[in-house]
């Protein structure tokens, strides 16, 4: 420790050399007594000794100060020495901005790694239905195949989902945007729900919109198929899904147990199920979610209108305005 507060002081060191050198310079230029030339010099040698002391003992402290502080550098938060000067009060306000930044930084991949877990642990959840219900038909000898595609086909949608989750949340995407045919882009999504009407025995009014739209064709064809897995999730059997469009607007309307007006506000909202969630126990809550956040990267937007027992409206406002892609 000592080596190193010369090292940090030898400026002052040879500074004090060379100015001991020019006063013995002087002092034999004019001839002044040996004696008097000595006892000035060691009178100013006892006074440096003492003000170098002082200093060592002062910097020996702080560096022991600041090596206890480095060895509980891992807890919350920790009090630094009082500055011994301005720039070393920068130093601190500069380690105090990086050691919050660090805070900052590490709340939120907590808080990341916590909804990435407790959405897994959701999606396993529900993906478990399916499969067992896949098991009970195998089971009991019985092969529907309508029945077990239906199964099958919500397995494909879980998997489609998470895989969805997980390319929103990555720091790249794949957005292409080009001008689709929005009836085919609907008429491709109606496909792969087919079975589904089908098996609910689901009447479908579908008018077509015939117009164009800038726009991703996967992920506008993602955040559809999102509102319709809804629509007939919730609508009982026998029931009317109608899909057309309004101006800028694509609109699917359904003949469902409607939404809660108390939870209306908050259908967006990641891992929000409501009172129809809890209900049908089916519900993640993470797919209008995930269709707001696809249609807002795409510039698009989402509104809902909903009363209990009179169905859903949902309308997709696909304007071509300005776009700002995550």
Not at 31 to 60: K, M, N, R, S
Not at 74 to 81: G, I, R, S, V
Not at 88 to 97: I, M, P, S, V
Request: aromatic share 10%.
């Amino acid at each position: 420790m000592l080596v190193s507060y010369l090292k940090r002081q030898y400026k002052l060191l040879l500074m004090l050399v060379l100015f001991g050198g020019i006063f013995a310079a002087v002092f034999s230029l004019y001839d002044l007594p040996v004696e008097a030339v000595g006892y000035a010099a060691a009178l100013c040698l006892a006074v440096g000794g003492v003000l170098f002391a002082i200093g060592y003992i002062g910097y020996a402290r702080r560096h022991k100060t600041l090596r206890r502080l480095l060895d509980n550098v891992e807890e919350a938060a920790f009090q630094l020495p009082p500055p011994g000067g301005a720039l070393e009060e920068d130093y601190q306000t500069l380690l105090r901005a990086v050691a919050a930044d660090r805070a900052r930084i590490s709340a939120q991949k907590d808080n990341e790694r916590q909804d990435m877990l407790d959405y897994y642990t959701l999606w396993a959840h529900q993906i478990k239905t399916p499969i067992a219900a896949m098991n009970l038909l195998l089971q009991s000898g019985e092969t529907d195949a309508g029945t077990l595609g239906a199964e099958l086909f919500k397995i494909e949608e879980y998997v489609e989902m998470v895989l969805s989750y997980l390319r929103l949340g990555s720091d790249s995407t794949d957005y292409v945007l080009k001008r689709y045919d929005l009836d085919e882009i609907v008429r491709g999504c109606l496909r792969r729900y087919a079975r589904l009407f089908i098996l609910k025995g689901l009447t479908l009014k579908l008018d077509e919109t015939h117009r164009t739209v800038l726009t991703d064709e996967k992920w506008l064809s993602f955040a559809i198929g999102q509102v319709l897995s809804n629509a007939v999730k919730y609508t009982p059997k026998g029931g009317t899904v109608r899909i057309y469009g309004d101006g800028e607007t694509l609109t699917v309307a359904d003949s469902g147990i409607g939404i809660r007006e108390e939870d209306l506000p908050r259908i967006f909202e990641k891992g929000f199920t409501g009172y129809n969630g809890r209900e049908d126990k089916k519900s993640t809550g993470i797919g209008l979610y995930l269709c707001r956040r696809v249609l807002h990267a795409l510039g698009h937007d989402i509104t809902v209108t909903s009363r209990v027992g009179h169905g859903t409206i949902v309308r997709l406002l696909l304007a071509e305005g300005n776009r700002v892609v995550e």
